[in-house]
């Protein structure tokens, strides 16, 4: 098996739209867009997060995590001394966004590439997983999968999750395997295993949508001082917030992964949205 394949026939079984269907939940979960501080400052010049081909569905789409900040970039498990190869995120507020074209319960774009191969069912195709096409439908899978932010932020499933889930449910048993990779002492923890994928087909606009940008330190200070004003002139002018992380050469990008979710749950808890 190399990927989880797309549907060729017949209909998609989504039963985890079924689990989750009746669920009263909060629905105004921040979302979370990942790049390269190289793309990155395009965006900023631009202003405006904008859609990108996309091979596996062939639409014109632009991507986000609910409130996880999951992310393989390119080449980031390669050491580099180039700043641009580096991570930079967006959060970004829900209303931001017009009615989703589609909502997964983990990274599409890993499923197909084969990342979850060793757990995933051969059998089930990847549009049998798909959610309802609403923040809702992602609002509300988080709170059955998980029970709390805080344990979706960890990628901790609920414990008792398949108590109720019998043999034949086997796409829901599926998600669940797939899932498990992102749990917290997992021999090789992949977050994108369980963070809640939204796709639109329509960019976002920069200005007032910004809740927080996290990049480098080293990208706008030197010695401490700010250098990069230009920059800084522009997330001002865009009305985009910041903090950062403290970037060091010849490492590798996803080294900074937990340095960075440090920095999103610090702004998580003080926006009151996890305790």
Same mark, same amino acid.
């Given at each position: 098996?190399?990927?989880?394949?797309?549907?060729?026939?017949?209909?998609?079984?989504?039963?985890?739209?079924?689990?989750?269907?009746?669920?009263?939940?909060?629905?105004?979960?921040?979302?979370?867009?990942?790049?390269?501080?190289?793309?990155?400052?395009?965006?900023?010049?631009?202003?405006?997060?904008?859609?990108?081909?996309?091979?596996?569905?062939?639409?014109?789409?632009?991507?986000?995590?609910?409130?996880?900040?999951?992310?393989?970039?390119?080449?980031?498990?390669?050491?580099?001394?180039?700043?641009?190869?580096?991570?930079?995120?967006?959060?970004?507020?829900?209303?931001?966004?017009?009615?989703?074209?589609?909502?997964?319960?983990?990274?599409?774009?890993?499923?197909?590439?084969?990342?979850?191969?060793?757990? =995933?069912?051969?059998? /089930?195709?990847?549009?049998?997983?798909? &959610? #309802?096409?609403? *923040? +809702?439908? =992602?609002?509300?899978? /988080?709170?059955?999968?998980?029970?709390? &932010? #805080?344990?979706? *932020? +960890?990628?901790?499933?609920?414990?008792?999750?398949?108590?109720?889930?019998?043999?034949?449910?086997?796409?829901?048993?599926?998600?669940?395997?797939?899932?498990?990779?992102?749990?917290?002492?997992?021999?090789?923890?992949?977050?994108?295993?369980?963070?809640?994928?939204?796709?639109?087909?329509?960019?976002?606009?920069?200005?007032?949508?910004?809740?927080?940008?996290?990049?480098?330190?080293?990208?706008?200070?030197?010695?401490?001082?700010?250098?990069?004003?230009?920059?800084?002139?522009?997330?001002?002018?865009?009305?985009?917030?910041?903090?950062?992380?403290?970037?060091?050469?010849?490492?590798?990008?996803?080294?900074?992964?937990?340095?960075?979710?440090?920095?999103?749950?610090?702004?998580?808890?003080?926006?009151?949205?996890?305790?």
């Amino acid at each position: 098996m190399r990927g989880i394949k797309r549907r060729k026939s017949g209909s998609a079984d989504r039963q985890l739209q079924k689990r989750t269907s009746t669920m009263a939940v909060r629905q105004d979960l921040p979302l979370v867009h990942i790049t390269a501080v190289g793309n990155a400052r395009e965006i900023v010049s631009s202003g405006d997060l904008e859609i990108r081909k996309c091979r596996a569905f062939q639409k014109e789409l632009l991507y986000f995590f609910a409130v996880r900040l999951a992310y393989r970039l390119k080449d980031g498990d390669e050491k580099s001394h180039q700043i641009n190869r580096f991570p930079f995120v967006f959060i970004v507020r829900p209303d931001a966004l017009k009615t989703p074209y589609h909502v997964y319960p983990f990274d599409t774009g890993a499923a197909i590439k084969g990342v979850f191969d060793s757990q =995933a069912d051969p059998y /089930i195709p990847l549009d049998d997983y798909e &959610l #309802e096409p609403t *923040l +809702e439908a =992602a609002a509300r899978h /988080i709170k059955w999968a998980f029970g709390s &932010l #805080e344990d979706y *932020l +960890e990628g901790n499933l609920r414990p008792d999750i398949l108590d109720d889930v019998p043999m034949h449910e086997t796409v829901t048993r599926g998600y669940v395997d797939i899932a498990r990779q992102a749990r917290t002492g997992s021999n090789k923890p992949d977050k994108r295993a369980s963070a809640v994928e939204i796709a639109v087909n329509h960019g976002v606009p920069l200005k007032d949508n910004v809740l927080l940008a996290i990049l480098p330190k080293q990208y706008l200070e030197e010695d401490g001082q700010p250098a990069n004003d230009d920059f800084i002139s522009l997330l001002q002018q865009r009305n985009v917030p910041w903090d950062h992380y403290d970037w060091q050469p010849n490492k590798t990008p996803n080294e900074f992964q937990q340095e960075i979710n440090r920095v999103a749950i610090r702004f998580f808890k003080s926006q009151g949205l996890i305790r």
